[in-house]
């Protein structure tokens, strides 16, 4: 069974004069265990995808199930509450708690979610994400790069199921970029988190198990084991 699915799902924005297809007809399993990249050019679908196999967001057609579940059915409670569960979330606008020191932001999901934090891992990812110097100072005394990297720590302690990424690689030289992408390996391979990454770069997904190409609301091509003079 797919950890994410979408089946049919057909997203429309605006109306009449403003109406956009934005996705048509899509029907894509995403697997378990599986470092998918999503990849197209600017305005081809690719954030609206994301969007809607987060639950962040719902089809205007079609059915999406997150870990089995059909989220069309659920009152926005409950998808809040499977968000919060099951999925980590590493987006642009990092949203992180102003108030809040780097490792309380960090530690933030599993709180809210009640999952037991396991030390190691969180040892793990902080040392790996270069933030050990750093716990104890707030998001305003970061570095842009900084901030990017708690946002990926903060998704990824408390091992949710799915972890979605848009650019998370966006803002960062090549060496902290491989940082970023190390990390969301291990998470895949050892503990068998499935990770859906939106990138613009094909030498950042590289790192995926899959690659799907949309273009103008559709997918393109979708390959396993993708070499990069496939991607590019
Ligand atoms: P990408 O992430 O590949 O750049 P998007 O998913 O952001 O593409 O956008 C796909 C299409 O949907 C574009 O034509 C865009 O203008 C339109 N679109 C995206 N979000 C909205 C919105 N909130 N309201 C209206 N149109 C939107
Ligand atoms: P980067 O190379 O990641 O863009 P910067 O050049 O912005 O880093 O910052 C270099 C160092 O200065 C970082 O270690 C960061 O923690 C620190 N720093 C950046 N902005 C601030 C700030 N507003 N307050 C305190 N320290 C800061």
């Keep these: ?8 799902v057909t997203k429309v924005y605006g109306h009449g004069d403003t109406r956009v297809r934005a996705l048509k007809d899509i029907t894509l399993p995403l697997y ?22 987060a639950g962040l967001d ?15 059915t659920l009152k926005d409670k409950q998808l809040t509450e499977l968000r919060r569960e099951r999925i980590g ?15 309380d932001n ?40 900084q901030q990017q990297r708690v946002a990926v720590a903060r998704a990824l302690v408390s091992r949710p199921a799915i972890i979605v990424a848009d650019e998370p690689t966006g803002n960062l030289d090549s060496k902290t970029s491989d940082e970023v992408l190390s990390i969301l390996r291990q998470a895949v391979d050892e503990f068998g988190q499935s990770v859906i990454m939106v990138t613009h770069n094909p030498s950042v997904a590289t ?5 799907i190409v949309v273009s103008d609301g559709t997918v393109k091509a979708d390959f396993m084991g993708a070499t990069p003079d496939q991607i590019v």
């Design 106 to 145: 960090i530690l933030l999901p599993t709180q809210l979610s009640n999952t037991k934090v396991d030390r190691e891992w969180l040892n793990r990812v902080v040392e790996a994400l270069g933030l050990t110097p750093r716990l104890k100072h707030r998001p305003s005394e970061l570095s842009g790069g």
């Design 32 to 53: 378990k265990g599986q470092f998918t990249s999503i990849m197209g050019p600017s305005g081809s679908g690719k954030s609206t995808m994301l969007h809607i196999i």
């Design 89 to 103: 979330f590493i987006f642009q606008s990092f949203n992180l708690v102003p108030t809040l020191n780097v490792l």
């Design 207 to 211: 790192v995926s198990d899959r690659v």
């Design 58 to 72: 719902t089809p205007s057609k079609g059915t999406v199930h997150i870990d089995g579940v059909d989220i069309t």
């Design 1 to 8: 069974q797919p950890v994410v699915s979408l089946e049919n």
